[in-house]
């Protein structure tokens, strides 16, 4: 049993550290943003050739 309690122990202590250091990203990383566009084909805007059927 001693060997299982040492187990759990192990996978509770990776999971806090785990945990935490995604805490810690979350919290003190800022994210650098920036402006983005794109361009969207022409085609993608015309409207559909048949209008669809209830």
Known sequence: MPSLFRFLLILLLL?????????ALGT???P???PMSQDIPLKN???A??????
């Open 28 to 30: 003190f990383v800022k």
């Open 32 to 34: 650098a943003t920036r």
């Open 45 to 47: 805007l015309e409207p």
């Open 15 to 23: 999971g806090l550290a785990g945990f935490g250091l995604v805490y």
């Open 49 to 54: 050739k048949e209008p669809a059927k209830p």
